[in-house]
Nanobody, 116 residues
């Protein structure tokens, strides 16, 4: 079982930046796929970006060029750097892990609010 804990959410003005973190309870090198999803009020959950090892991350068109996924294997942590934030980026952001076994895990989510 993998435990995922997100942090770094908050309130930011349009055009600002935030970096979300997702700390995993195990060595993330062994995790086949990790990613970020988000859910805005009244909307379905949508993919923000994810990677399948050994490939590079892929992103939703709505965030491409503004958001970047990275990892720090020594810290067992995945990040989501969000730049040029827009009000429509407001949502609860979740990190996910998908194992070779087919099991998938979700964090508890962190709120991101983009507003002036």
């Amino acid at each position: 079982q993998v435990r995922l804990v997100e942090s770094g959410g908050g309130l930011v003005q349009p055009g600002g930046s935030l970096r979300l973190s997702c700390a995993a309870s195990q060595n993330i090198i062994s995790i086949y796929s990790m990613g970020w999803w988000r859910q805005a009020p009244g909307k379905q959950r949508e993919l923000v970006g994810r990677f399948f090892r050994p490939d590079s991350p892929v992103y939703a068109n709505s965030v491409k060029g503004r958001f970047t996924i990275s990892t720090d294997n020594a810290k067992n942590t995945m990040y989501l750097q969000m730049n040029a934030l827009k009000p429509e980026d407001t949502a609860v952001y979740y990190c996910t892990a998908y194992l070779d076994s087919g099991d998938d895990y979700w964090g508890q989510g962190t709120q991101v609010t983009v507003s002036s």
